[in-house]
């Protein structure tokens, strides 16, 4: 049973920095793509950052590039991502997800493990 277990959330004023985390358990990962997608309320989950098994291919959406920096510790079977430069729109539940395409896709569907999800919620 893999488990994806999503932390580093919390609130914080526009501008400030949070570093999520998520963390596998059951079964090496190493092989899959990770993804984080957030959701906002009210919202469809959207794609924010895409990383492939060896780091070689790194996919960001378009309103965080230059805030947000995905990496992954294959050694401690853990993704990150590293958020600056916060704002309010990027207030969501952020959730980590793999998939076993080599590919980094975009929408939700090809992932088949995810998180229970971390609130990120940035103040004006």
């Known amino acids: 049973q893999v488990q994806l277990v999503e932390s580093g959330g919390g609130l914080v004023q526009a501008g400030g920095s949070l570093r999520l985390a998520c963390s596998t358990s059951g079964r090496t990962l190493t092989s899959y793509t990770m993804a984080w997608f957030r959701q906002a309320p009210g919202k469809e989950r959207e794609f924010v950052a895409g990383i492939n098994w060896n780091a070689e291919d790194i996919n960001y959406t378009e309103s965080v590039k230059g805030r947000f920096t995905i990496s992954r510790d294959l050694t401690k079977n853990t993704m990150y991502l590293q958020m600056i430069g916060l704002k309010p729109e990027d207030t969501a539940v952020y959730y980590c997800?793999?998939?076993?395409?080599?590919?980094?896709?975009?929408?939700?569907?090809?992932?088949?493990?995810w998180g229970q999800g971390t609130q990120v919620t940035v103040s004006s």
């Open positions: 997800a793999a998939s076993l395409f080599r590919i980094i896709r975009t929408g939700p569907a090809p992932y088949v493990h």
